[in-house]
């Protein structure tokens, strides 16, 4: 059986032509393909030698002849030679330009990640909010009328709104932003702090347990504007969700109003609820049910004992500690006398600062960030006496990429630590994660042991926010570490426990 | 079809850095990354406009108008049929009416160039006898001045068009439309029709075009049967050409085509021709720079002259420039409907580093129907070597040619880019896609001084403005039809 379509006028060039031939009779039933531009020799050929009866054609028509077994073959051969010289793609999925393109209906998504500049964002996220979807918006530089405007929204119809400024979440098992890869488990986080978050899951993961998921609220969340409604929502959300067991709310100290609020609202839940307000103190938990913790440590722990009925073993003993400070202080010149802390976000700067304050009473802190911890630096770019630095703040990343995302501003910055004479120890978080930098440890590691290998004395204290399940490679990243002689901690605490022993030795030496 | 497992129930947007899309794809989650671009600013009259003409009733006759618009030119049969004098084949060419490039314009608002042009026409003629003459000819209002886009031929340079001027015919098979298009000058190129000038050594080259050279043209593409343009266009595509600016391969193809035929008529003792005249014309043809040029434009024309009309169309059928005003017309809108603004210069480079921007006259010509019909500035891709003009590099090119994808209504089929990784050219600049993405069509041509001497080639963008006035005249029409 043969068939010819005739195209007429309809220009394909000899080298597209040929590769119909070899594709098309590899189908069922076709023993020969002919896509020809209809010129005198291609006539010979189609019409003497393979027999096809053509119409009338000039040399300017296209023809398609097939010969097969049946009707239905020959249709099918010739709708791909079709597809071949219209050059249809059939791989490549769709591109869109506007999230408005995508037919839900058609293509179901859940939530859209947005990481537009903030002058953007809201406009795409309310987008996003209308056609049912939940977003998470890492951007920040969204205004607090925007933000109000699209968390009232999600609130009215049942939508999660994440952020503005959220920098960690956890969905389905899906990493969000920069957010690590946590094991699936019954502890459920929500958090105004991208990187307490982290740390808190990561916590629980490695005390043997996982996480549900992780809802950021972004920064802003608890502010009397927006009065805590993705953190009420989230833990709504967790309350509903049957692997949660043990809620987490995690922020920096807030609004005493909203903060109230949220707790009043998580007494009625029927899970328990261990809650950290970085910064605050046992007052704020009075009259709640729910179970105030004081670092992010120990909300991660009070969270795997009520899931496990077990209290978790801490890190480093005091007594291990004491040994540790003795041994090491012990080596350090003269002039080498402060402490100076390296940190990729404001969450772990805080704790850092808070807990010096607390523990080492009247120390002299100085810090790029405005608290009441530590006086401000003039100037970010140099550091002065005990020196905790948060270089994921604006004065940094105006200057540099964020160091989550690339590690050669916090690189220079460490090499600039260690050539200071006066530096005794230096103190530094690694973030692991699918979405921030592939490889934040090695060029550390490295550096540290050139330093140790020459004899340096410095000390170096380290933990890394990161899930066995980040691409990074946590444990090797911890192990590469400890062989560069930095002491590794389970946590930012712990490594703030640590630091503030030898900034306390440091002190008393004088 | 079945979905791939996906190691996660959560289907994700991506809006913004490309890094979090990565992320997400190597966690092996369904996601999908928007191509987001910041929101075009738009007045709030063009953002009713544009609103009030997307309801979806009202876009599904637009969508299928455009496709009937955009067929036009794909299924387009253009062929070079024919040589005839002006007055013959355009409507309305009659005594004392001159033709002109670009929107309508009065005499006294023309750049210097048409108005030369005007006077030419009249000594050309011999309507007047002298430039004085024919001024005052031209201000009487005796002469009637139009626009080659309001008829069925197109205006290249200055474009002056009167009847007795010789034109190539271009018939669109597929529709029986004709098109007629003055020819490119030999040695004169930028002469008469060109920059409007005229000596008696222009004169006489007209005259011997239309005595000598055309007659042997005309018996050779009578005995070719017309010769079919479109082939020669597509395979050009793949030779470095993008038919506005460079005409390197549609030429050698077409001497391919016409020199045998010219050859056999020499050696035919009964041709009727001298063997200096058939030889004269020979020179005439290939030593004629883009000599192709007018075909291309009188194919583009013959197909936008089908498109003319259709209504609820939004697909432009016009692009030109008088050197003071550029305009546009759109298919759904009046035959004679102009939407213009203030004609953009180019951005390119110079023949001679003593010319600056000051020196470049604004774009005047029509020959951005090229680009109307897919080609030139849309073909971008085709040929790095006219960007390279420009100190582009290919990717810059290609990213020219997807950029106007994202403004044009359909593909052609017939002009696969190897450059594309042989994806089809674009085709049907669509009003509503450019004042929605805020995309204004690519444009190619010659650079032109107020002398009307070649100083440079370039680019342009067709300005916003007339966007904006026609989608709004179109919201006019059809939002409350």
């Given at each position: 059986?043969?068939?010819?379509?005739?195209?007429?006028?309809?220009?394909?060039?000899?080298?597209?032509?040929?590769?119909?031939?070899?594709?098309?009779?590899?189908?069922?039933?076709?023993?020969?393909?002919?896509a020809q531009m209809c010129t005198p020799a291609n006539l010979e050929v189609l019409v003497d030698d393979l027999g096809y009866e053509l119409p009338e054609v000039s040399a300017n028509d296209l023809a398609l002849a097939v010969t097969g077994d049946t009707e239905e073959h020959i249709e099918a051969a010739l709708q791909m030679i079709t597809d071949i010289i219209d050059h249809k793609n059939a791989s490549g999925s769709a591109q869109y330009n506007a999230i408005e393109e995508i037919d839900l209906r058609e293509d179901g998504y859940d939530l859209a990640q947005i990481s537009l500049p903030g002058e953007y964002a809201a406009a795409e996220a309310m987008k996003a909010l209308k056609m049912g979807l939940d977003v998470f918006i890492f951007s920040d530089n969204v205004s607090l009328e925007e933000e109000a405007e699209l968390k009232q929204f999600g609130a009215k119809h049942g939508r999660l709104v994440m952020g503005p400024d959220c920098g960690v979440g956890l969905i389905s098992g899906v990493a969000l932003g920069a957010g690590s890869i946590v094991k699936d488990g019954p502890v459920g986080i929500v958090g105004a702090s991208g990187s307490g978050c982290q740390e808190v899951a990561c916590i629980v993961e490695r005390r043997g347990l996982g996480v549900?998921?992780?809802i950021g609220t972004?920064?802003?969340?608890?502010?009397?504007?927006?009065?805590?409604?993705?953190?009420?929502?989230?833990?709504?959300?967790?309350?509903?969700?049957?692997?949660?067991?043990?809620?987490?709310?995690?922020?920096?100290?807030?609004?005493?109003?909203?903060?109230?609020?949220?707790?009043?609202?998580?007494?009625?839940?029927?899970?328990?609820?261990?809650?950290?307000?970085?910064?605050?103190?046992?007052?704020?938990?009075?009259?709640?049910?729910?179970?105030?913790?004081?670092?992010?440590?120990?909300?991660?722990?009070?969270a795997v004992e009520l899931c496990t009925g077990k209290k978790p073993d801490a890190g480093y003993t005091d007594a291990q500690i004491a040994d540790l400070v003795?041994?090491?202080?012990?080596?350090?010149?003269?002039?080498?006398?402060?402490?100076?802390?390296?940190?990729?976000?404001?969450?772990?700067?805080?704790?850092?600062?808070?807990?010096?304050?607390?523990?080492?009473?009247?120390?002299?802190?100085?810090?790029?960030?405005?608290?009441?911890?530590?006086?401000?630096?003039?100037?970010?770019?140099?550091?002065?006496?005990?020196?905790?630095?948060?270089?994921?703040?604006?004065?940094?990343?105006?200057?540099?990429?964020?160091?989550?995302?690339?590690?050669?501003?916090?690189?220079k910055r460490f090499k600039k630590e260690v050539a200071d004479p006066t530096c005794a120890v230096i103190t530094m978080d690694f973030i692991m994660g699918p979405g921030v930098a592939a490889d934040p440890v090695t060029p550390f590691a490295k550096a540290c042991k050139e330093l140790k290998d020459a004899g340096s004395n410095l000390i170096f204290i380290s933990n890394v926010c990161g899930s066995l399940e980040d691409p990074q490679d946590t444990l090797k990243a911890e192990k590469m570490l400890r062989d560069a002689g930095v002491i590794v901690t389970k946590s930012n605490y712990e490594s703030t426990k640590i630091a503030s022993a030898f900034l306390a030795a440091l002190e008393e030496r004088g | 079809m079945a979905e791939k497992n996906y190691k996660s129930d959560l289907r994700v947007i991506n809006i913004g850095t490309q890094f979090f899309y990565d992320a997400l794809e190597a966690q092996g989650v369904k996601a999908t990354q928007i191509n987001w671009r910041p929101p075009v600013k738009q007045s709030e009259e063009v953002k009713a406009a544009l609103a009030a003409v997307s309801t979806p009733e009202l876009k599904a006759k637009i969508d299928a108008a455009n496709q009937k618009a955009v067929?036009?030119?794909?299924?387009?049969?253009?062929?070079?049929?024919?040589?005839?004098?002006?007055?013959?084949?355009?409507?309305?060419?009659?005594?004392?009416?001159?033709?002109?490039?670009?929107?309508?314009?009065?005499?006294?608002?023309?750049?210097?160039?048409?108005?030369?042009?005007?006077?030419?026409?009249?000594?050309?003629?011999?309507?007047?006898?002298?430039?004085?003459?024919?001024?005052?000819?031209?201000?009487?209002?005796?002469?009637?001045?139009?626009?080659?886009?309001?008829?069925?031929?197109?205006?290249?340079?200055?474009?002056?068009?009167?009847?007795?001027?010789?034109?190539?015919?271009?018939?669109?098979?597929?529709?029986?439309?004709?098109?007629?298009?003055?020819?490119?000058?030999?040695?004169?190129q930028g002469g008469f029709c060109g920059w409007g000038l005229y000596s008696e050594e222009i004169a006489d080259y007209l005259r011997r075009m239309r005595e000598e050279f055309f007659p042997v043209m005309r018996a050779v593409l009578k005995k070719m049967g017309g010769m079919a343009v479109k082939p020669i266009l597509a395979e050009s595509f793949q030779m470095g050409d993008e038919?506005?600016?460079?005409?390197?391969?549609?030429?050698?193809?077409?001497?391919?085509?016409?020199?045998?035929?010219?050859?056999?008529?020499?050696?035919?003792?009964?041709?009727?021709?001298?063997?200096?005249?058939?030889?004269?014309?020979?020179?005439?043809?290939?030593e004629t720079p883009r000599f192709f040029h007018c075909i291309g434009q009188g194919a583009s024309r013959s197909a936008m002259l089908s498109a003319v009309g259709t209504e609820y169309s939004s697909m432009v059928t016009a692009i030109c420039g008088n050197g003071v005003e550029f305009g546009i017309k759109v298919a759904g809108l009046g035959d004679n409907e102009w939407f213009t603004a203030p004609a953009p210069l180019m951005k390119g480079r110079y023949t001679s580093s003593k010319f600056t921007e000051k020196d470049q006259l604004p774009w005047i010509g029509d020959s951005c129907v090229v680009e109307c019909a897919g080609m030139g500035g849309l073909a971008a891709a085709a040929s790095p070597i006219v960007c390279s003009l420009?100190?582009?590099?290919?990717?810059?090119?290609?990213?020219?040619?997807?950029?106007m994808e994202e403004i044009c209504i359909d593909h052609n089929p017939a002009f696969p880019v190897p450059n594309l990784d042989f994806d089809f050219l674009p085709v049907g600049i669509d009003i509503m896609k450019v004042i929605e993405t805020g995309i204004c069509p690519e444009i190619h041509g010659g650079m032109f001084n107020y002398q009307g001497g070649?100083?440079?080639?370039?680019?342009?963008?067709?300005?916003?403005?007339?966007?904006?006035?026609?989608?709004?005249?179109?919201?006019?029409?059809?939002?409350?039809?």
């Open positions: 059986m043969k068939k010819v379509v005739i195209k007429r006028n309809r220009y394909v060039d000899s080298v597209s032509l040929m590769a119909v031939g070899d594709k098309v009779t590899k189908l069922p039933g076709i023993t020969n393909a002919e549900s998921s992780i972004g920064g802003h969340d608890l502010l009397p504007e927006i009065g805590g409604l993705t953190m009420i929502a989230g833990m709504r959300r967790l309350e509903d969700d049957p692997k949660t067991k043990v809620i987490v709310l995690v922020s920096k100290l807030a609004n005493l109003e909203v903060m109230g609020k949220i707790l009043d609202i998580a007494d009625k839940l029927s899970k328990p609820v261990v809650a950290i307000f970085l910064g605050g103190d046992e007052k704020l938990f009075e009259g709640h049910s729910v179970h105030g913790a004081f670092s992010l440590e120990e909300a991660a722990l009070k003795k041994s090491k202080v012990s080596a350090l010149k003269p002039e080498q006398k402060y402490v100076r802390g390296l940190f990729s976000g404001g969450t772990f700067t805080e704790e850092g600062m808070i807990y010096y304050t607390q523990h080492n009473k009247g120390v002299k802190l100085n810090s790029n960030l405005k608290t009441k911890y530590a006086e401000q630096l003039s100037d970010h770019g140099t550091s002065i006496g005990h020196c905790i630095l948060d270089l994921g703040a604006e004065d940094f990343t105006a200057e540099a990429p964020h160091p989550v995302f690339d590690p050669s501003l916090k690189l | 067929h036009c030119v794909i299924d387009s049969q253009p062929f070079l049929v024919d040589i005839l004098p002006a007055g013959d084949v355009i409507e309305g060419l009659d005594d004392y009416t001159i033709i002109h490039s670009g929107p309508p314009i009065k005499y006294e608002d023309m750049v210097m160039l048409h108005q030369r042009g005007m006077v030419s026409a009249c000594r050309f003629e011999g309507w007047a006898k002298t430039d004085e003459e024919a001024v005052e000819l031209v201000k009487s209002g005796k002469v009637k001045i139009i626009s080659a886009l309001d008829t069925n031929t197109v205006g290249a340079g200055t474009g002056i068009i009167t009847k007795s001027v010789a034109m190539f015919i271009i018939e669109d098979r597929a529709t029986g439309k004709i098109s007629a298009n003055f020819p490119a000058e030999g040695p004169n038919n506005h600016t460079r005409q390197t391969a549609t030429d050698l193809i077409f001497d391919k085509k016409i020199l045998p035929e010219l050859f056999k008529l020499l050696a035919d003792e009964n041709s009727g021709f001298t063997k200096e005249q058939i030889m004269d014309t020979l020179d005439y043809i290939v420009r100190g582009l590099k290919l990717k810059d090119a290609i990213h020219i040619t997807r950029e070649l100083i440079g080639a370039g680019s342009a963008r067709v300005p916003m403005q007339c966007f904006e006035k026609a989608i709004k005249a179109f919201a006019k029409k059809y939002a409350n039809k």
